[in-house]
């Protein structure tokens, strides 16, 4: 028995699962220097929504946004969330991309990176493990955790051996669902504290009422170390919270070694912005009720979420039960990958469709079609070469990783982004958001030449600036 490590996803998770991860820069810095002295194992601060978010929502450099708060927080290690292949964006990089942001992340000042794939394809991980390991980070992989005729302990421990043996440095059960109960965390952690000899972390969300729970079985079970957020931006689709745990563990063997009365400080720096994102509606109360809908369905609150809109849309919000008892069916279909972004809304999407157009794949949307292609990566199990043909007619799936497939980008990436450079990093932001990206970068050279920021024409002139 050891005692708990905690990480803390305020500044990450969090405010991405309550507040759609609308938490400026200048809201976290005033505390950093506080949160610094609490003795957490890392802070999760960077990557998941909060790269796009900051371009997309806050006009704000997700890149100056990491190296400010790395310039606040120097005793406490700081925690990324990367989507593998992915980066932080929804398709495919080419190696050379990902082995610069790895590189980039880095530099700017994480520590950790926490590395999942959205099949559990390890194909899909290997090229950001290379390059993890190779600028000093260190490795956390992750396991996409979900539930299904195919997904058992044996499997993930299996999964969990070849990452280890690929180069990581811990494990993490990424729960993104909350669909982990506390006897089946128990044995998870079990099997996978007697198959690997790096350290387990949980990562759960408190979405199905549980996560506290489900805490303390892994904690019973021996995981090293656990993801909390500080109350007043805790529970709902959030995280557990972080004091009731510190407080559970304390006088046991697993004693976090944590001060309530720091940590008190730090939920005194949150409460009024709660209070705040309430107010303004950023907050919506909905997010904060326990949703058996994911226990009985399996769905994450994101996806629930977005079902109910695109029925909305379509005038037929009274299709939600069956669109729900059809994703466990499209999933099946499509071999049960875990349902986390973006094969979530791949999924749901397709379910819609199934179910509006009142005949199974009668429409098939681009997404869908890819996935059964293998555009994602290997899917768990085998998908029906019957279903595969219905799907993508005569074309030829992919079976290798589908990153071979991919040419080098960054040095056109490097061109194109030329006129707006002003830091070697944009390439990468115009890389994964290349919209995006290109009206922030208006946007900040507007400002810069004392020019109304908000006014997208003045940007516009100032281009050739």
């Known amino acids: 028995m050891a005692k708990v490590k905690i990480t803390e996803t305020v500044l990450r998770d969090s405010h991405q699962s309550l507040i759609a991860t609308r938490m400026t820069t200048d809201e976290m810095l005033p505390i950093l220097a506080e949160m610094d002295k609490i003795g957490y194992h890392s802070l999760e601060a960077w990557g998941g929504a909060t790269f796009d978010s900051c371009l997309r929502f806050l006009n704000e450099d997700p890149w100056e946004r990491l190296r400010k708060i790395r310039a606040e927080v120097k005793n406490t290690k700081l925690q990324m969330l990367f989507r593998g292949q992915n980066i932080l964006g929804y398709r495919h990089y080419a190696d050379d991309v990902v082995e610069y942001f790895v590189q980039k992340s880095i530099a700017n000042g994480i520590d950790i990176l926490r590395i999942f794939d959205a099949m559990n394809d390890a194909r899909n991980l290997q090229t950001a493990i290379k390059a993890t390991k190779k600028e000093g980070g260190h490795v956390q992989a992750a396991i996409s955790y979900t539930i299904s005729p195919v997904h058992s302990n044996e499997a993930f421990c299996k999964y969990a051996k070849e990452l280890e043996e690929m180069g990581a440095d811990s494990i993490c059960i990424k729960d993104m669902s909350g669909l982990l109960t506390p006897y089946a965390a128990f044995d998870l952690v ?20 549980l996560a506290s729970m489900t805490i303390l079985k892994a904690v019973e079970a021996g995981v090293d170390i656990v993801d909390t957020a500080i109350s007043p931006m805790a529970m709902g689709t959030s995280q557990p919270p972080t004091e009731p745990i510190v407080a559970t563990l304390q006088g046991t063997p697993y004693d976090t070694g944590l001060d309530l009365n720091a940590l008190d400080k730090v939920n005194k720096y949150f409460a009024p912005l709660r209070e705040k994102y309430m107010s303004s509606g950023l907050l919506d109360p909905k997010v904060l009720k326990v949703d058996v809908n994911c226990l009985m369905y399996q769905v994450p609150g994101g996806m629930l979420s977005n079902l109910v809109s695109q029925l909305k849309q379509q005038g037929k919000s009274e299709k939600l039960t069956e669109v729900l008892e059809e994703v466990p069916r499209v ?10 972004t973006p094969t979530s809304q791949i999924v749901g999407t397709q379910a819609v469709l199934n179910v509006i157009a009142g005949e199974r794949y009668k429409m098939v949307s681009k997404e ?4 059964v292609r293998g555009d994602y990566g290997k899917s768990p199990v085998e998908i029906d070469p019957k279903f595969r043909q219905q799907i993508i007619g005569k074309e030829e799936p992919i079976t290798c990783r589908p990153a071979d497939l991919l040419k080098p980008e960054l040095e056109t990436l490097r061109e194109a982004v030329k006129p707006y450079m002003e830091q070697e990093e944009d390439v990468l932001s115009y890389a994964l958001f290349e919209q995006v990206a290109t009206k922030f970068f208006e946007y900040r050279k507007a400002k810069k030449y004392g020019l109304d920021a908000d006014n997208a024409d003045a940007a516009q002139k100032v281009h050739s600036v």
Do not use: E, N
């Open 190 to 209: 079990t099997a996978l504290k007697s198959t690997v000899k790096v350290p387990i972390q949980l990562h759960t969300h408190y979405t199905t009422g």
């Open 368 to 371: 869908f079609k890819g996935m």
């Open 331 to 340: 999933r099946q279909d499509a071999g049960y990958p875990p349902l986390v």
